[in-house]
Structures are given as C-alpha cells and as structure tokens.
C-alpha cells in the first residue's frame, strides 16, 4: 500500500507530468512562467487548491453523484465546486492569513479557471481513485505542475537575455521551449508503471 | 431524473453560495475609505521610492500603520506629503530628499575594454559575461540599463560612455539601483556637495594600471577630513554627509581626482 502511493506521487510529478505530458493547465504554464518568483507562487496556490478541490469532488462524487446516479452532472458540479471553493479560500484567506494572501496575491482567481484543477479532479474519478489515493495524487499531481512552472520560469528567464532570432522571438520560442521540455520529460515514461 | 438533478445541482449551489455569503461576513474585511483617498492623491507612477511595493501598498501602509510616515513619496513632494498627512492625520515632517550619482569617472577615454561584447546593450546581459568587458570590474560598463529604468528621464549617457544624472530630474526613487549590476549607482542626500566618482574595491596599485581617476585608497581625505566624515572599507573612501560641512578639502587633496562635485 505504502509503496504504491510513494510511485503513483512519482508517477504524478515525473511520469504523468500535469503540463508536459497531459498538457493540462497550458495557458498558466505560459502565462505565469516569466519569473521564477510568480512561478513559485501560482505553484504554490495550485498545490493548495488542487488538494483542497480533490477532497471535496471525492466526496460530492461519493456521496451525491453516484448514489442518485447523475453522473452526468459531474463537470458542471465539479465546476462549480472548485469555483467557489476558491472564493471561499480567498475570503478565510484574506481575513486569517493575510501575507499568505498578500503573497499568493492575483494567482488565486486565476486557479478557477484552471484546467488542471478540474481535469485532476474528474482523473481521481476516472482511475477510481479511493480518499487518501486521490488526495495524493493531487498533491502529486500539482506539484508536477510547479516543476514544470518553476523549470519552464528559470529557463525563460535566462532566454530574456539570450539573442532568440526574429522570427521566433515572443510567443513561438517559448512554444519550442514548452515543446522541449515536454519531449524531455516524455523521457520519464516507464520509470513507473501506472 | 430531472428532478433529482435539477434538486441536487440546485441544493449544492445553494449550499455554496450560503457558505459563501457567510464567509463573507464572519471573514468581513473593513476596507478604510481613506486608503482610496490616499491613492488618489498619490502620482500613481509606482516607482517605489517609498519602499513599498506600488502606490497602492504605501497607501495602504500609510493609513494602517502608524509608524509610516506621509513624506515617503519622492516624486510628490511636499505636495502629496501634506494631502497625505491630512488623510491619515499624521505630522509631514521635512523628510530626507536623495537622489542618484554614479559612482564612476572611468569613461571610454579612461578606462579600456578587455574584449568587444555584441550582445544585447544592457548592462545586465553585458555582466553576465566574465562580469562585464571594462578593464575595471566595479567600473560603470556604460550599457545605460539606468538610462532605460529611469522614470522620470533623468538620466543620459555623456560622451566618455558614462549615465549622467540630472539633478533637477531626478526624485531619488532609486530605480536605476536596482538594475545596475555592479551597484555603481548610488543615492546621496540633495544637499551633498561632494562624492566619490569611484566604486573600485581594488587595491592601489591595481587601480592606478587601470583607471587614472580611481580612488588608489591613499587615504589622504581621510586625514585632510576635519570633521572625519570620510571612512575607509575595502580599499575605497566613502562619505558620511551627517558629518561633512561641505569644505571640499578632500577633492583638493585627492590625488587621483576621485573625490568630485556633485553635478
């Protein structure tokens, strides 16, 4: 049991990566990743967030989804429930720790609208996943995500000063940075079997 | 089935939105319609000077905490400081203006270029490189990063290749420190006189096969200095201006021109 849940958190940070393999949760990948600083904090925020969602839609999916058989209800509640969970967590958020809030500042809304969240959310279901399983892979799961954030920030930020040729400068070197990086993570696979 | 699902998607939001709607008013944040007034009354070119992260940040600071005080904002001047002291009902108080000079006299005509760099012209990509291609390696490597992360334009490139400081432009916000890499820049008080054009922590002789304007650590300001307002730390001369009258005995003494006016 033990050692199962240490390789599937491996297999969630490394082998599954969020970003690079799945391609989930790009356009923060993108977005957020011109310094390591902000990087650090949406990853941060990310990590709090996916654990806390994960616990709530295994309970919603376990205890209302399933016994009155809808299902089909799943992605609009899942929505639902991350969004106002993030809310819910900004406002104890801002009251109770305010330089947690201070610090995590603009990434918080911006997690609602992830979609890491939600599809780590529906896979716990998907791979019918029990309570303390899918509470790790979220966990596992999200902090891939940092590491991708966090590696993809570091090497944006030394490309800034680096002399990129016209044609790829902006957008597209960081597509091919993005592209790079995936392919060496694609490298993880078969280092866990899932 | 219909139903049910109407009745559970329903009952859930509505479960949320009164957690929510409670949240919000145990967790109510008591937002001080002065910090809004504050922020209006500030420039709004968050420059920083304050010290604090944007304008918004020293309004907020301002009117929570008591021991901030209303004349931290350099580009407003008097001005904002008293707006600022009646919002938060705090005393202006004079404060102390600074403002930047660059820490350098080694121009092109003085100081020589180990290699040619072709890399992006900012100083910050120039220094990566074995720290930067001046011979001197606390020199002013004349890239003008200060030049673009000035706000207020006070700051130009002269003709040796060295960033020139307006004085008249400049608000003392302290932008410029930050980009530069080798910390050339520095802030002084308005009323100073006097500085030291040098930033080189190396040794006499070093110095003095590399740059004629150098400070070579002689220490003749230091004793020239009556009101010894003239220190000594790894082997260049710095300048108290608490203590200094103004006299100007040291740049007369200063063998090696390091000691000059503030323009």
Not at chain 1, 34 to 62: C, E, H, N, R, Y
Not at chain 2, 170 to 186: A, M, N, S
Request: aromatic share 8%; charged share 15%.
């Amino acid at each position: 049991m033990g050692i199962e849940l240490v390789l599937m958190f491996i297999g969630a940070v490394l082998v599954n990566n969020f970003v690079l393999v799945r391609f989930l949760g790009i356009c923060p990948f993108l977005g957020v990743s011109k310094k390591v600083d902000t990087a650090i904090g949406m990853g941060m925020a990310v990590i709090f967030v996916v654990t806390m969602s994960s616990i709530v839609t295994w309970l919603v999916q376990k205890y209302i989804l399933v016994p009155y058989n809808i299902g089909f209800l799943q992605t609009i509640v899942f929505i639902l429930i991350i969004a106002s969970l993030v809310q819910l967590v900004e406002i104890v958020m801002e009251k109770s720790a305010p330089a947690l809030y201070e610090a995590l500042g603009v990434f918080l809304p911006l997690i609602a609208t992830n979609c890491a969240i939600l599809g780590l959310a529906i896979l716990n279901i998907q791979n019918s996943y029990n309570f303390i399983e899918s509470i790790i892979f979220a966990i596992g799961g999200s902090i891939g995500f940092t590491l991708a954030l966090v590696l993809m920030a570091g090497i944006r930020e030394r490309l800034a000063l680096a002399s990129v040729p016209k044609p790829l400068q902006g957008a597209s070197i960081s597509l091919i940075t993005a592209g790079l990086l995936s392919l060496a993570f694609m490298g993880f696979s078969g280092l866990v079997k899932m | 089935m219909f139903t049910i699902a109407a009745y559970s998607l329903g009952g859930l939001g509505l479960i949320f939105a009164l957690s929510l709607g409670i949240a919000s008013r145990i967790f109510h944040m008591e937002i001080d319609p002065r910090i809004e007034e504050a922020m209006e009354a500030l420039p709004g070119a968050n420059c920083g000077a304050c010290g604090f992260a944007g304008c918004k940040g020293y309004a907020e600071a301002v009117i929570k905490d008591p021991e901030v005080v209303p004349n931290l904002c350099a580009p407003g001047e008097e001005e904002i400081a008293k707006a600022l002291a009646k919002i938060s009902g705090k005393e202006a108080g004079a404060g102390d203006k600074k403002r930047a000079i660059i820490c350098c006299a080694g121009g092109e005509d003085k100081v020589e270029r180990t290699f040619t760099y072709e890399g992006i012209l900012d100083c910050e990509s120039a220094a990566i490189l074995y720290g930067g291609n001046k011979a001197c390696k606390y020199g002013c490597l004349g890239y003008g990063s200060c030049v673009k992360a000035c706000l207020f334009e006070a700051i130009e490139m002269n003709d040796i290749g060295l960033p020139q400081v307006d004085k008249n432009k400049c608000v003392g916000c302290g932008k410029c420190l930050d980009v530069c890499p080798k910390g050339v820049v520095k802030l002084v008080p308005v009323t100073a006189t006097v500085y030291v054009a040098c930033n080189s922590m190396n040794k006499g002789a070093q110095v003095k096969k590399i740059c004629a304007v150098g400070c070579i650590g002689c220490k003749l300001c230091v004793k020239a200095c009556e009101k010894e307002a003239i220190s000594f730390d790894n082997n260049l001369a710095s300048i108290n201006y608490q203590n200094c009258n103004d006299c100007r005995t040291c740049m007369e003494k200063c063998k090696s021109n390091s000691i000059n006016v503030c323009m």
